[in-house]
C-alpha cells in the first residue's frame, strides 16, 4: 500500500474520518470539508488521500455507505459508521488520548527537568 | 463484501467510484465559484486538490483487495487483444516455442518411463540382479550352481531367486502356437512382490526335478488364447505334448521376465553341472546352463555390502573348482539399473539436447517480445505517465509472453503426442520400458513448470527492459516515419541485449551442431565399417524346431534341417541356400581354443573363441569371402572340419598358414580347412571375435534370391513361398517370420540411427533459429544505422567499406557466440564418449567442419542485410532527419 501522503502520523486519518462519520451520514466532500473547518485549517488532508481511505474502512466493515439524494437533489456516497465502526472509533479514540496524554507527560517532564 | 462478490460487481463499482469523484469535483468547484472565482479556475483548483483523478481511482482500487484478479484479468484480456492483433508474430512465436516445448515434454515422457518411474514391484529400489563375470567367457550369467550357492549361503538377501527364458509349444488346440516361457524358481513372484491375480504361486515342492507340472499362465495369454475363462484354473494345457496343470494367472501387465506368455517351475537339478565343474571336459554338448539371478536386499544392506558378502561365498568357490572360477567377479546391479542402462546415456543427451532447443526457442521469443516491446515503448510511457507502476507494466509483459507460452504448450503436446508416436514405433518395443511412454500425469506436470518456465525465460528479460522506459524521453522522441530512428529503449538497452540473446543462440546451436556432427561422424564410420557379406537379395529365416521333438544333436533335429535345405535349394527363384551362424542373429558357443602341437595354456587362462556351423553352401549364399583354403564341402565329415575367420588367423597364426593345424574344442579335433572373411555378430560397432565354423548346421536358414527375384514383389513372393515349403516337413511346427538379411542389418543400427536422426533434427531445427537470429540482429543494426550510413556514404564511403563494416559487426558477434560454444562444446561433448563409434568427443574434424558451416552460414545471413545497407540512399537517408 502507498504511504498516504498526509502530513498526519499514520493513521490518525481513519480516525478522524470515523470520528466526523460518527456524527450522521456523510458524503466523501462534506468530510473533507468538515475535517478542515473543524481543525481550522491545521490538519491538512489531501483530498487525494481521503477516497483510498474511505474505501479502505469501508473494505474493512468499519463503514457502510448508501447512495442518497443530497439538499441539491444530486445522488451522493454517503457513509455511516457501522457498529464494528463505532466499536473501534471508541477503541482507538481511547488509546489516541491515552497517547496523547502520555506524550505530553514526558514532554512536561523533560521540561520540569530542565528548569 | 466478499471478494469474490465483488468481483462480480466490478463494473458497478467502477461506476461508482467515477461518480463519487465526479460529484466531489462538481460540488468543489460549485464552492469555489460561490467564493467568487471564474468557472475555469474553480474547475482547474478542485481537480488540482483532489490530485490526478485516474491516480485517485488506482489508489481505491488498490485498496479493494480484488487487486491482483483485477489486474490479472484485465492483463489477461489485453495480453490476448495484443496476441490477435500480431497473428503473423503470436503464430511465428508459438510454433517455435511448441516446437521446443513438444520435443521436451516427448522426450521427458520417455524419460519418465525408462529412468524415473519405479518399477512396478514391491520396494523396487532393494531388487538387484547378481552377475558373475567370467571374463573369458565373455559372460556375465551365473550357473546354477552359483545361484544356489548365494541363496543358500548368503546374508545380505531377503530373497534371492532365479530364472531364464525360451520358447515352448502350445499344443493341443487346434495350430501349434508358440510361446515365450519363462523359468523360474519358485520364489521368483515372491521377491518381486507380485502375487497371481487367481489362483496361487509355485510351491518349493513344485520347483524340484520330478515335481508336479504346472504352469502359471500371463494375463494377456489367458484372455488372448483361452478366452479369459476363470474355469482354467486347474485345468491341463499340452505344452510341447506335455501336460501341465494351470495354477494361476498373473497380473494384467505383470511381464518378468519381459513378454512371458507363461511361467514354468525352474526345477533345477544341479549334479550334471557339479561334475561338469571338474576341469576335465568342458565341451560343446556339455554347455552348461546360465541364469538370471534377482535378489531382493535386506532392509539395511547396501549394493557394496552384498557384494562384499558374495566375494566371500565366491572364494569359497574357487577354492573348490579353481578351473572355473579363475577370473570371476561378482556383480550387483540394481533390477532399474540394468532394464536400461543401455539407453540411459542416449536419452539423457537427448534430454540435453532438446532442452537446448528449447532455450533456443526461448532466446528467440524473447528476441521477438523485445523487438515488439521496443514497438510499443510509447503505450507503456504513455501508462507510466498517467500512474502505472514499473512491476505494473512488466506484469503486464509477463502476463502476454505467459500466455504466448501457454498457447506453445498447447499446441507443443499435440507436437509431444505425435512424437511419442514416433519414438515408440523407433523403440519397437526393444526397451520394455519406453513402451510405457506416454502423457501421464507426471508428464503433464513437467509440461506445465516448462510452460511456466519458458515464459518467464522469455518474458522476463524484455518485460523489466521495456517496463524501464523513461517516460519523457520516450514521449519526446519523435515517432519518424521510415523507422530511420525508432523509439527504441534507452540508447544502449536494445542494442546491447539483442545481441547477447544472439550469442547465447549461437553458442547452443553450435554445441548441438557438434553433438549432432560427432553422432553423424560415427554412423557413417559405421557403415563404412566391411561387413564381410553381402545382404542384398539374401532371404532369412530362423529355423526353431520343438526341442522335445528334435532334441538338440538327434538325427531327427539333422533331418529336419537337411529337408529344409533341399527343399528350399530347389525353389525356383532361389539361387542358392545354407544353413548358417547368420551375423546379428545367432547366438554363438564359446569355448577355450586349444590348437594341437602348442603348449596349452594355464588352465583357466585358455583364449576363448566363438563357435557355431555353417553349411556346405551357406558362405556363398551369403557372399562370404574365403581369404584361403576352401568351404565346407557336402563329402566332409562335418565334425571333423573348421573353418576360420580373419581374426583367428591374424591373431593365433600370425606368420603361419593355419590350413591344416587341428583345433581342440569338441569333442574330436577338427582340421582347419579354410579362412573366411570376418562378419561382425553382435553388432557393426563391435569387434569381431575369432570364430570357428564347423560344417555342422546352424538355426538359420539363408537363401539368395536370383537378381530378376530380388525386388520388393519378388522378395514378398519368395518368402511367403518358404515358409510354406519349411511348413510342409512338420504342420505341426510354427514357423518364424522370413526376414530379409537387409532388415536385421538396419535393425542392429537402429538405435544409434534414431539417435543420431533426432540428435540431428534437433541440432538442425537450432541451427535454423540462430542463423535466422544473426539475420535479424544484422537487418536490426542496418535499420538503426541507415541514417549513419547515409552520411558515410555522403563523405565519401564506397559500398565495399559500408558492406565490410555490417558484416564484421554481424561475423563478430557470430564469432563470439562459436567461441563461447565451442568451449561449451569441448566440455560437454565428452559425455558422449560411450555413444561414438572410432569417434573422439573432441573430433578436430568435427569441430572444424562444424565451425565453418556456421561462420559460412552467418556470412550469408549478414550478407543480405549488409547489401540492402550499400543501397542506402544518402539523400534519403539524410532527409528523414
Known amino acids: 500500500m502507498k504511504p498516504t501522503k498526509s502530513d498526519l502520523p499514520q493513521g490518525t486519518l481513519d480516525l478522524l474520518i470515523l470520528k466526523v462519520v460518527a456524527l450522521g451520514p456523510v458524503h466523501g466532500y462534506a468530510i473533507a470539508q468538515r475535517l478542515d473547518q473543524v481543525s481550522r485549517g491545521v490538519v491538512q488532508v489531501p483530498q487525494g488521500s481521503l477516497y483510498p481511505a474511505l474505501h479502505r474502512l469501508e473494505n474493512r466493515g468499519l463503514l457502510a455507505a448508501d447512495w442518497k439524494a443530497t439538499e441539491t437533489g444530486r445522488e451522493a456516497k454517503f457513509y455511516r459508521l457501522t457498529r464494528k465502526g463505532r466499536t473501534q472509533l471508541e477503541t482507538e479514540a481511547a488509546s489516541w488520548q491515552r497517547l496523547t496524554e502520555a506524550v505530553g507527560l514526558i514532554l512536561k517532564l523533560s521540561e520540569g527537568g530542565a528548569k | ?881
Open chain 2, 1 to 881: 463484501m466478499k471478494w469474490w462478490h465483488r468481483l462480480w460487481s466490478r463494473k458497478k463499482m467502477e461506476e461508482d467510484l467515477e461518480k463519487e469523484l465526479r460529484f466531489h469535483l462538481d460540488h468543489h468547484t460549485a464552492d469555489l465559484i460561490a467564493q467568487g472565482l471564474d468557472p475555469e479556475e474553480a474547475r482547474r483548483r478542485a481537480r488540482f486538490a483532489l490530485g490526478g483523478p485516474e491516480q485517485v481511482k488506482e489508489q481505491c482500487r488498490d485498496v479493494r483487495g480484488t487487486r491482483w484478479l483485477d489486474d490479472l484479468l484485465q492483463d489477461l484480456r489485453y495480453g490476448v487483444r495484443m496476441l490477435l492483433k500480431n497473428p503473423g508474430f503470436t503464430a511465428i512465436a508459438a510454433i517455435t516455442l511448441a516446437l521446443g516445448m513438444g520435443a521436451n515434454t516427448a522426450i521427458f515422457s520417455v524419460v519418465n518411463a525408462a529412468l524415473l518411474r519405479s518399477l512396478p514391484y514391491r520396494d523396487p529400489d532393494h531388487l538387484v540382479l547378481l552377475h558373475l563375470h567370467r571374463p573369458q567367457e565373455g559372460s556375465s550369467l551365473p550357473l546354477s550352481v552359483d545361484f544356489l550357492a548365494w541363496r543358500d549361503q548368503a546374508k545380505s538377501f531377503e530373497q534371492v531367486a532365479a530364472y531364464g527364458s525360451g520358447t515352448a509349444d502350445l499344443t493341443g488346440s487346434g495350430e501349434a502356437e508358440r510361446l515365450s516361457v519363462a523359468f523360474v524358481s519358485a520364489d521368483l513372484f515372491a521377491t518381486l512382490g507380485v502375487a497371481p491375480s487367481m489362483g496361487r504361486a509355485f510351491t518349493p515342492a513344485e520347483d524340484t526335478a520330478g515335481g508336479a507340472p504346472v504352469v502359471i499362465l500371463s494375463d494377456s495369454l489367458w484372455r488372448g488364447h483361452f478366452g479369459g475363462d476363470p474355469g482354467i484354473i486347474g485345468r491341463a494345457i499340452a505344452l510341447e505334448d506335455k501336460s501341465r496343470t494351470v495354477i494361476g494367472i498373473m497380473p494384467q501387465g505383470f511381464q518378468f521376465p519381459q513378454k512371458s506368455d507363461l511361467w514354468i517351475p525352474l526345477a533345477l537339478d544341479p549334479t550334471d553341472e557339479l561334475r561338469r565343474m571338474n576341469p576335465s571336459i568342458y565341451n560343446v554338448s556339455d554347455l552348461p546352463s546360465r541364469l538370471n539371478v534377482l535378489a531382493r536386499l535386506k532392509p539395511d544392506v547396501t549394493p557394496e555390502a552384498a557384494r562384499a558378502d558374495m566375494f566371500v561365498i565366491l572364494e569359497r568357490q574357487r577354492q573348490a573348482f579353481p578351473h572355473a572360477y579363475a577370473d570371476a567377479r561378482v556383480g550387483v546391479i540394481g533390477l532399474g539399473e540394468s532394464l536400461v542402462s543401455n539407453v540411459r546415456l542416449a536419452l539423457l543427451v537427448l534430454f540435453g539436447a532438446v532442452t537446448f532447443v528449447l532455450l533456443i526457442a526461448c532466446a528467440n521469443v524473447a528476441n521477438l517480445l523485445l523487438a515488439r516491446a521496443a514497438a510499443r515503448r510509447k503505450e507503456m510511457a504513455i501508462r507510466a505517465a498517467i500512474g502505472a507502476r514499473r512491476w505494473r507494466l512488466a506484469r503486464q509483459l509477463l502476463t502476454e509472453s505467459l500466455l504466448l507460452s501457454l498457447l506453445g504448450g498447447g499446441a507443443g503436446l499435440l507436437v509431444a503426442k505425435w512424437l511419442i508416436k514416433l519414438l515408440l514405433a523407433m523403440n519397437n518395443g526393444k526397451v520394455a520400458r519406453i513402451d510405457e511412454a506416454g502423457l501421464d500425469g507426471r508428464v503433464l506436470g513437467f509440461t506445465c513448470a516448462v510452460v511456466l518456465l519458458t515464459g518467464l525465460i522469455a518474458g522476463l528479460f524484455p518485460a523489466l527492459r521495456a517496463s524501464r522506459a523513461d517516460v519523457s524521453e520516450a514521449l519526446k522522441a519523435q515517432d519518424t516515419a521510415g523507422g530511420a530512428r525508432p523509439a527504441y529503449a534507452g540508447r544502449s538497452g536494445l542494442r546491447r541485449t539483442l545481441p547477447a540473446l544472439m550469442i547465447v543462440e549461437v553458442a547452443l546451436a553450435l554445441v548441438l551442431l557438434v553433438g549432432a556432427g560427432l553422432m553423424i561422424n560415427s554412423f557413417l564410420r559405421v557403415l563404412s565399417v566391411p561387413r564381410g557379406y553381402d545382404p542384398d537379395g539374401v532371404l532369412t529365416l530362423n529355423l526353431e524346431p520343438s526341442l522335445t521333438r528334435y532334441p538338440m544333436r538327434s538325427p531327427q533335429r539333422d533331418a529336419y534341417f537337411r529337408e529344409a535345405l533341399e527343399r528350399i535349394q530347389t525353389l525356383p527363384g532361389v539361387q542358392s541356400a545354407g544353413l548358417g551362424a547368420l551375423p546379428l542373429v545367432a547366438s554363438w558357443f564359446i569355448l577355450p581354443l586349444r590348437i594341437e602341437g602348442r603348449p596349452p595354456s594355464e588352465r583357466g587362462k585358455e583364449p576363448t573363441v566363438l563357435l557355431n556351423g555353417a553349411s556346405p553352401g551357406y558362405f556363398q549364399t551369403m557372399g562370404m569371402q574365403m581369404r584361403a583354403g576352401r568351404p565346407c564341402s557336402a563329402k566332409d565329415d562335418a565334425a571333423k572340419v573348421a573353418i576360420i575367420n580373419e581374426t583367428l588367423a591374424r591373431r593365433f597364426f600370425p606368420n603361419e598358414n593355419p590350413i591344416g593345424y587341428r583345433l581342440l574344442i569338441g569333442k574330436v579335433p577338427t582340421t582347419i580347412v579354410g579362412v573366411v572373411g570376418d562378419t561382425h555378430n553382435s553388432g557393426m560397432d563391435r569387434q569381431v571375435a575369432p570364430q570357428v565354423y564347423n560344417c555342422g548346421q546352424s538355426a538359420q536358414m539363408v537363401a539368395r534370391v536370383s537378381p530378376d527375384q530380388n525386388n520388393p514383389a519378388g522378395l514378398a513372393s519368395l518368402a511367403s513361398a518358404i515358409r510354406k515349403q519349411v511348413s510342409a516337413i512338420d504342420p505341426n511346427e510354427p514357423i518364424n517370420q522370413v526376414v530379409p538379411m537387409n532388415e536385421h542389418l538396419s535393425n542392429s543400427l537402429a538405435l544409434r540411427r534414431y539417435l543420431m536422426l533426432l540428435l540431428g533434427v534437433f541440432a538442425a531445427v537450432a541451427f535454423v533459429i540462430a542463423a535466422v537470429g544473426i539475420y535479424g540482429v544484422t537487418s536490426y543494426a542496418v535499420s538503426q544505422r541507415t541514417h549513419e550510413i547515409g552520411v558515410r556514404m555522403a563523405l565519401g564511403a564506397r559500398a565495399r567499406d559500408v558492406l565490410r563494416m555490417i558484416i564484421w559487426r554481424g561475423m563478430g558477434l557470430t564469432l563470439a557466440g562459436v567461441a563461447l560454444g565451442l568451449t561449451a562444446a569441448l566440455a560437454m561433448s565428452r559425455v558422449m564418449k560411450n555413444l561414438l563409434y572410432e569417434v573422439s568427443p573432441t573430433d578436430p574434424a568435427t569441430f572444424a567442419l562444424i565451425t565453418s558451416l556456421f561462420v559460412g552460414v552467418a556470412l550469408i545471413a549478414s550478407y543480405i542485410p549488409a547489401r540492402r545497407a550499400t543501397k542506402v540512399d544518402p539523400l534519403q537517408a539524410l532527409r528523414q532527419e
